[in-house]
């Protein structure tokens, strides 16, 4: 691993990184899926459908387009529609065709429509499950969708096999219009909202470890301690039951509260408090700078005793 990088900053790189190229595919992808609704409505039933236009037709505007809703005959539409209604001037309203999927390209189906006097295609999906697809020529066919005047959108299926049950034409009212606002840029948004949270977790988390290693490096560097070299500078006594009896030193040691044995060695503090050697050393090199028993700071032994 190079100097200067750690694995939480290589991760947040990564997580930027991806950010940065879902929003891009984000913008991209979907500039125009689920701008539409479609709604349907008669005296007694309202209902309202997700659907994703065609780039290929006319947009529908702000204050969308309203028709009688019918179903295509024949309900693919791949051929030239029998229930034409050719460019009637006296229309009481807009005529829409609803239109099944499959065996010919979305383009061949909004031109027959066209033809037969609709003002829009409502295509809707022959599978189960799918998701919904702006549609385009170039999803079925090469070429140009030139000559197209009518509106288009795509829905799902189940949302068209309910359409069919009530497609009779001027018996209810189907309506296209646009929604609120554009899926994708909510999207962006809330990724971009992510991001900053994400990168801010980021940045509490490598200012508490810097913080923690820090720390560990002050307490590292000024644990409380003796220098080694003060310490075996401090005199030792061979234990002896004699040494006992005349109260120069004490029965047990106060670190591992062991009785003292014959032969064995003791380290004497400053204070005249005395302990095992092996005890006593490990105490001040690692533990502390005082006196167990008496709390003599060690730190601030005088050389002048070390060398008498």
Known sequence: MKKGFTPITTTASKTLI????????IIIIFPASSVALVHFKTDYLSLSFFDAPARFAIPVNRSGICGALHLADPLEACSSLRNSFGFEADAEQPRFALI????????????????AGFQAAIIYDDADHRNLVSISPLDVVIGSPEGIQVH???ISKRAGEILSKFAQGEKGECCITPSSGGRAWTVLVISIFSLIIILSAFGMLLVARKHRTHRQQVTHHHSPHVN??????????????????????????????????????????????????????AWLT???????????????????????
Request: aromatic share 14%.
């Open 18 to 25: 991806f950010f940065f190229y879902f929003s891009f595919c």
């Open 100 to 115: 099944e999927r499959g065996k010919c390209p979305f383009e061949v189906k909004v031109k027959n429509a066209q033809a």
């Open 152 to 154: 288009a959108v795509f």
């Open 228 to 281: 080694c070299w003060v310490v075996k500078g401090l005199p030792t006594v061979t234990f002896t039951t004699a040494c006992r009896n005349d109260n120069r030193t004490a029965a047990t040691c106060a670190i591992c509260l062991e009785d003292y044995r014959d032969g064995e060695s003791l380290r004497v503090l400053p204070c005249q408090h005395d302990f095992h050697v092996t005890c006593v050393d």
């Open 286 to 308: 690692k533990w502390g700078t005082f006196c167990p028993v008496c709390k003599l700071d060690m730190s601030k032994v005088q050389v002048s005793f070390l060398c008498c």
